[in-house]
Nanobody
């Protein structure tokens, strides 16, 4: 099993930037992909971005493409989410997850989750 800890959330004005981090521990040798999801109050958890270790392939939700960038640091077992041009609708709790068992953009594909970090974007 992989343990995940997110950090880097906070309050930012619209148009600003934040960088989230997700540090993995435990059976990190088994990690082959990680993803970011977010959940706003009263809404379902939605896919944001994913990265695969093999080839470094990345995938993004249409709503964040060209504004967010997912990356990884293998030596630190850490995945990052650089968020630029933030909008109020980006406000949510952001979660990282590891090793999808099915489609990477479905929350139900993941068994390993972090505790989440709050991102609030003011208008």
């Amino acid at each position: 099993q992989v343990q995940l800890v997110e950090s880097g959330g906070g309050l930012v004005q619209a148009g600003g930037s934040l960088r989230l981090s997700c540090a993995a521990s435990g059976r990190t040798i088994s990690v082959y992909a990680m993803a970011w999801f977010r959940q706003a109050p009263g809404k379902e958890r939605e896919f944001v971005a994913a990265i695969y270790w093999s080839g470094g392939r990345t995938y993004y939700a249409d709503s964040v493409r060209d504004r967010f960038t997912i990356s990884r640091d293998n030596a630190k077992n850490t995945v990052y989410l650089q968020m630029n041009s933030l909008k109020p609708e980006d406000t949510a709790v952001y979660y990282c997850a590891a090793n999808p068992t099915r489609a990477f953009n479905y929350a139900t594909s993941y068994n390993d989750w972090g505790q989440g970090t709050q991102v609030t974007v003011s208008s």
